[in-house]
């Protein structure tokens, strides 16, 4: 989005983008529905935001494509409508966005709105994403391979997973690393680490209030320390500031 139609000083500029947007130009499409979905240099206009998100996915931008799909999850602009949102979510992943990817990978997951479920997609876009890096991914992906959902139940290699989502400070995985230590699953039992990853994750209710894992964390932190020294609930908290300072959320 370079040049004249920049998001500088866009309330001046929005006349001469709306021109340009229509002669067909992707970018400065993209720019226009980022500024009604934002309120950049107006108000806020998601029917707008659609329409020019719409026009930009039409050309094959894929972060247009992104855009206008996350819209049909939120329901801005519109309903709700996880079947819409599906095909310009895949165009985007397809592209390369991590994000999409797991956006997909979720939908076919839990087979929501009217999107069907279906694992093997799942686990096909999960892996694109995870491959990225993407934390979210990461973890979804781990909790298909520990319940051995459209694949061979592996609980190493969702112990893996969750690992590097952690690493990004992904509270989700934090918990389900405290789940797995917590009853000894593909590691030894161990209360310690068990309670300091409960505890990561409990800590993040400010930062990741995603499928209520705080509150459950916390719940199975507090439950856990019934069965601890006041020595290993010293060292878990502990090792969890440590972690905390070592691997900031991203």
Do not use: I, Q, T, V
């Given at each position: 989005m370079r040049g004249a139609c920049s998001r500088r000083d866009f309330s001046q500029l929005r006349p001469w983008c709306?021109?340009?947007?229509e002669h067909g130009r992707p970018q400065v499409q993209m720019l226009l529905g980022l500024a009604y979905e934002t309120g950049m240099g107006g108000p806020v206009d998601f029917s707008q935001a659609r329409i020019w998100y719409r026009k930009?996915?039409?050309l094959g931008l894929a972060d247009a494509q992104f855009r206008l799909g996350k819209m049909y999850l939120a329901g801005q602009g519109g309903p709700v409508d996880y079947v819409s949102a599906l095909p310009w979510l895949r165009k985007a992943g397809e592209q390369g966005n991590p994000q999409a990817q797991w956006m997909v990978g979720s939908l076919y997951m839990y087979g929501n709105g009217g999107v069907p479920h279906d694992d093997s997609q799942a686990l096909l876009w999960l892996d694109r994403s995870a491959a990225q890096g993407f934390r979210f991914a990461q973890r979804d992906l781990g909790t298909m391979y520990l319940n051995g959902s459209g694949t061979a139940k592996d609980s190493r290699k969702?112990?893996?997973?969750?690992?590097?989502a952690a690493d990004q400070g992904e509270a989700g995985a934090e918990a389900e690393l405290g789940e797995m230590y917590g009853n000894g699953i593909a590691v030894p039992k161990d209360l310690v680490q068990a309670y300091a990853w409960f505890d990561l994750a409990a800590s993040q209710h400010l930062r990741d209030k995603?499928?209520?894992a705080q509150a459950l964390a916390t719940r199975r932190r507090d439950s856990m320390a019934v069965d601890m020294t006041a020595a290993q609930i010293a060292e878990a908290r502990q090792l969890s500031a440590t972690w905390a300072k070592q691997h900031p959320p991203r």
């Open positions: 709306l021109k340009a947007a930009a996915a039409d969702a112990g893996s997973l969750y690992r590097l995603e499928f209520n």
